[in-house]
């Protein structure tokens, strides 16, 4: 069964952390993404790579980075976490430009 | 940006009743995705209709596809309660990106 892992469900950071927030496909993807989720704006793209090592900004990439060193894990980063980030993370994979996502399960993250 | 919007926004039904959710989209698209999404999960695809095609099956689901409208539609027949999710429409434009656009779903509450 092809996955998408992200490695925490939940996850509490104080107000100026550096967070790292984790995802790795078993799937050979070349395709990652990062979305974060929020009642009523619905999923919205923070960054995604279509390759390793590049990466492309989405529609907030504002205080936040990504990381793709191997093809199997896409990271992002939230370089001082902000309260207005608090917020359900996920992270998607797809092999072609046609195809579904596949979705892992979300990290909800609470920055106090 | 907000490239496809669900109607309605939500929808609450008896077990063995169809479904039936809208979206809309504002930009020429190469394809369109529906996925659920169980409460505070990450999400399923459900199934992919490209531009080229009216309407597609896929077990109890039915998607239509119009795209002088710029709508699709996915019904869901004979419902039951463990169709009880969010839903969301996604499309992938034609501009060559990867990347698709989600709008903000339709909560589907099936009544045992």
């Known amino acids: 069964d092809v996955k998408v892992t992200q490695s925490s469900r939940y996850l509490v950071k104080r107000t100026g952390e550096k967070v790292f927030l984790e995802c790795v496909q078993d799937m050979d993807h070349e395709n990652m993404f990062w979305y974060r989720q929020d009642p009523g704006l619905g999923l919205r793209l923070i960054y995604f790579?279509?390759?390793?090592?590049?990466?492309e900004k989405g529609d907030i990439p504002e205080g936040y980075s990504v990381s793709r060193e191997k093809k199997e894990r896409f990271s992002l980063i939230l370089e001082s976490a902000s309260t207005n980030q608090t917020s359900m993370y996920l992270c998607?994979?797809?092999?072609?430009?046609?195809?579904?996502?596949?979705f892992g399960s979300g990290t909800r993250l609470t920055v106090v | 940006s907000q490239q496809g919007e669900e109607d309605p926004q939500a929808l609450s039904i008896q077990e063995g009743e169809n479904a039936t959710m809208n979206c809309s989209y504002k930009t020429s698209i190469n394809n369109l995705q529906w996925y659920r999404q169980n409460s505070g999960r990450g999400l399923v695809h459900l199934i992919l209709?490209?531009?080229?095609?009216r309407e597609k099956h896929s077990g109890r689901l039915r998607v239509t596809l119009d795209t002088s409208k710029k709508s699709s539609s996915l019904l869901i027949t004979a419902s039951r309660a463990a169709d009880t999710a969010s839903y969301f429409c996604?499309?992938?434009?034609?501009?060559?990106?990867?990347?698709?656009?989600f709008g903000t779903g339709t909560r589907l509450k099936v009544l045992a």
């Open positions: 998607a994979s797809s092999s072609q430009v046609n195809y579904g996502y596949t």
């Open positions: 996604a499309t992938a434009t034609t501009s060559g990106t990867y990347k698709y656009i």
């Open positions: 209709i490209r531009s080229n095609e």
């Open positions: 790579s279509y390759d390793v090592k590049m990466k």
